[in-house]
Nanobody
């Protein structure tokens, strides 16, 4: 599956952005979908994940209540709505898809076999 992320940009603290990731070349509903983020010199960090039928979602503690992950299997799209953004949310955000992701690896990069190119999110103070 190929993943194309978009929606990043520059926003002031307290603002909102909505990231979108469109998948092609696979059966989208078969994949657990997730968003990770990365800043230079640091490890890739889990942000949010959603199960195949949107039955469950998981979040990094620091984004709970501010970010919402959702998916539309008919449109092969996963969204990340980000509200009340903080400067520490600044990173490249990457979309990921996992065909064999299990609960124990949902928050780990090793749980995902497919990655998009990333979209930059910059939050100014």
């Amino acid at each position: 599956v190929q993943l194309q992320a978009s929606g990043g940009g520059l926003v002031q603290a307290g603002g909102s952005l909505r990231l979108s990731c469109v998948a092609s070349g696979g059966t989208f509903s078969s994949y657990v979908m997730a968003w990770f983020r990365q800043v230079p010199g640091k490890e890739r960090e889990f942000v949010a994940a959603i199960t195949r039928a949107s039955g469950s979602s998981y979040y990094l503690d620091s984004v709970k209540g501010r970010f919402t992950i959702s998916r539309d299997n008919a449109k092969n799209t996963v969204l990340l709505q980000m509200n009340s953004l903080k400067p520490e949310d600044t990173a490249v955000y990457l979309c990921a898809a996992g065909l064999r992701t299990i609960l124990s690896s949902t928050r780990e990069p090793r749980g995902y076999g497919f990655w998009g190119q990333g979209t930059q999110v910059t939050v100014s103070s």
